[in-house]
């Protein structure tokens, strides 16, 4: 299993512009993006045993970050 952390400019390198100026223009993948990032962060320091939890926990964490990532990816082929 790897513990690298899913940053979004990773996941989409050639939407990183797309990105930025989807951020500064439309408040909803703003918001998006800021709760991918967030709980991204959640799920890394879960993997890394930083902040330990449950199996179940990190399972529900993991979806949550794939919908959100699910969702940020059809904004970015829509704009």
């Known amino acids: 299993m790897s513990h690298t952390p899913h ?3 990773e996941e989409f390198p050639a939407d990183v512009e797309k990105m930025h100026a989807l951020k500064q223009s439309d408040a909803h993948f703003a918001r998006l993006f800021d709760d991918y990032h967030d ?41």
């Open 39 to 79: 709980i991204n962060g959640q799920v890394h320091r879960a993997e890394t045993d930083v902040e330990p939890t449950s199996d179940d926990h990190l399972t529900e964490m993991r979806k949550t970050r794939l919908a959100l990532k699910d969702e940020i990816a059809a904004m970015l082929r829509s704009a």
């Open 7 to 9: 940053e979004l400019a």
